[in-house]
Nanobody, 125 residues
Framework: QVQLVESGGGLVQAGGSLRLSCAAS????????MGWFRQAPGKEREFVAA????????YYADSVTGRFTISRDNAKNTVYLQMNSLKYEDTAVYYC??????????????????WGQGTQVTVSS
């Protein structure tokens, strides 16, 4: 079983940047596709970004394309989400996710095998 721990959330002004990290432990990380989701108050959890097991493929929600970048360092068992040009509507709890299947990017909750506990991102307008 893998454990996922997010960090890097916080309060930032609109237009600012944050980098989230997700550290994985408990089993092999380098074979797993990974993703980030977010959930705002009163809303469904939604997909943000995903990356393949070797970092060769990435995929983003339309709402963050061009502003967010997902990356990973398999030697450190860590996946990152660099968030630039943050907007008020990016405010949410951000969750790290491990894909269920090696060749399927986790873009829906059905694709996710494990979740982190979440980290709060608040963007002030």
């Amino acid at each position: 079983q893998v454990q996922l721990v997010e960090s890097g959330g916080g309060l930032v002004q609109a237009g600012g940047s944050l980098r989230l990290s997700c550290a994985a432990s408990g089993r092999t990380f380098s074979n797993d596709p990974m993703g980030w989701f977010r959930q705002a108050p009163g809303k469904e959890r939604e997909f943000v970004a995903a990356i393949s097991w070797n970092g060769g493929s990435t995929y983003y929600a339309d709402s963050v394309t061009g502003r967010f970048t997902i990356s990973r360092d398999n030697a450190k068992n860590t996946v990152y989400l660099q968030m630039n040009s943050l907007k008020y509507e990016d405010t949410a709890v951000y969750y790290c996710a491990k894909g269920k299947y090696r060749i399927v990017l986790p873009t829906t909750s059905q694709d996710v095998g494990s979740w982190g506990q979440g980290t709060q991102v608040t963007v002030s307008s």
